[in-house]
């Protein structure tokens, strides 16, 4: 094509490639433009790769000018210049090409292009070359850029850098969140990089039960008084003093806040970090069984009545939940059962069974413990669970925060499947600012400002978790969870017992006393507690070859169960393992009637040193006074020494490590054989 057409005016003489010599106007024109092409592509990359930052914004836009300037003279003057062109040729010819004249062939010169057709000409070639521009500007940027994070990053390997020491912060959450907000600080502080060095330390830790955080924002982050022991110069904390708290609901934090007492922490309750809903979940083969008993409606839309009539009227199942005293997830669906007219039974149904949890975490966790034991698939077939739907993801693929728990994935029929429904509870997860009193600081403030708003942008169970649209659940508010603790406190059956301690030697004896293990966990058992239960306290052992029963605590509710856990801190050990048939008669004799439960506190110890001719089945029934006994065997083996369990004797339970959990175990327990 070159040379095909008389030059236009203004365009000078033409090299050998067709490129006009000298820098013509049209010349000029296109090396503006191609250096603007340039500059703006260099600028755009300098941004995303946060260039910016590090060069200052003036300096950026002359780094850029410089290079847009360079690739256009690169463009569009020199050898390389008529290169591209001829490069570009092909891509010329099919753009302008025209169709053929009618005189062609006899010799006739052809028409001359028209105006519009070299303008298009011309804009394909700038196009064209403003395309390699492209591709040069950013390689321009990212070659440099590249060498440059590589050579750090090397750099860092062979010599890590000396850092300064990065502002730490803390933030709680429930047990069943823990896993997801440690995975999303671990990425917020990797995005927070600075040449190898973490500007933020952040831990992530269990938060404590809505009435032990109300106790602990309002006293400064102190445990009760009465967790103190003795003579102890310094009060406890709750661990850590946490600075954010990520919350179940926006109703919980209400609650939480309306709890605290004035003088104490100021709560910011903040926007939402991640959305989910609550799903009942049962094995794939039950929940088989349970889709044919519902109506044909869209998934998600059943309403909460019908999926518990299938559940629990038709197919006899039992709905497990987290104990609402400990957990908002649990009081969540509390709240949204006790709607339901004539379901108060079901409600309170669960304390007859064995899973017994104070998390979302800890009932999925027992769930698969017993799941996979012996009699397991006769348990998960009778079983529902209502949680968070991402607790129920993380149960199925084999994620639990506790390293007791069964690891691997769930597959087949053993996997979880869960049911929705407009009837259950919507969890928002606001981001909660605690602001301690006299303790502001400008730098705290602002790294919890940037990771706020970086949950905000990330949430914590990605699109998996999200409400769907069908569900159309709300959130429960203050007033519906509390209306909720105090129905539910209402149906608890009374439990009215009385507990005897075991204060014998060996119950005090190093390294690790069971005395002490127990002070530290007593206080734990008040929030499952109800205004209406009645408990005492006494301590037995032999002391100079006799049985020696001495009353500690009279009569106390909740309202007064710190009085009985100061009694328990006060327990020395002395004297040896006394027989629990002396025991039991002693109390029996101070019993009125009706009579009442009688707990027995011990290491297993007082289970060897019964009279010749007397037994624990023998003595309870001669004791009219003494309803039913519980034994928690503190330690491993406690209640391999204990009798077997019939008649009067209903249960044994273990310690094990975790002492809170198992004492309130054994108060649930007591109220499943109240229900019977």
Known sequence: MAGSSPSPPGDGSRGPDGDPSGLTPPKLREIALTALIGGGVTALFTLLVEGMRALGTGLTLLVSAVIGLAVAVLLTLGHFSRFLRRLLEPVKRVVTRRRAPATAGTGSPDRPPSRRRQRLERAVLRLSAGYVGVLLGAAVVMVPWGAVKGGTWLSHRIQPPDCERPLELRVITAPENVLALRESVALFIRSRLVDG?????????????????????????????VRQEGGEPFRRLYGPRADAWIATSTGEADLVSDEMRAGGATLRIGPPVASDRLVIGMISGRAEDIRERLPLERPGSHSLRDLWTAIRSESGMSVSYPQPELSTAGLAAVSDLLLLDGAADGVVDREQRGIIAESVSSLLCQFKTAAQGTGGENLARSLAVVVPFHSLTDYNNGRFNDPRCPEGASSGRNKLREFSSPGLSRLDYPFV??????????????????????LTTHPLFGDGAGGRPETGAAVRGLKDLRDAQNEFFDLLPRVDAEIALDVSGSMAAPPRSLLVRLREAFPDVKPVITPRDDLTLSSFSRVGGKTRVKELQPSVSREEFDELTKSVIGATGRGSDAPVSDMIMNLNGRAGSPGRALVVVTDGG????????????????????????YVLALGDNGCDRSPPRRGKYRACIETGTDMQQALRHLISSMRGEALR
């Open 197 to 225: 060095c973490a500007p933020y330390a952040i831990s992530v830790g269990v938060a404590p039960s809505i009435g032990e955080l109300a106790y602990a924002l309002g006293d400064n982050w102190y445990r009760d008084d």
């Open 433 to 454: 600012t605690i602001d301690w009193p006299k303790e502001r600081s400008g730098e705290r403030a602002a790294g919890l400002d940037l990771l706020r708003g970086w």
């Open 606 to 629: 007082v289970f060897d040193n019964e009279r010749p001719g007397e037994s624990v089945g023998r003595t309870l029934a001669r004791a009219p006074h003494v309803t039913d006994l």
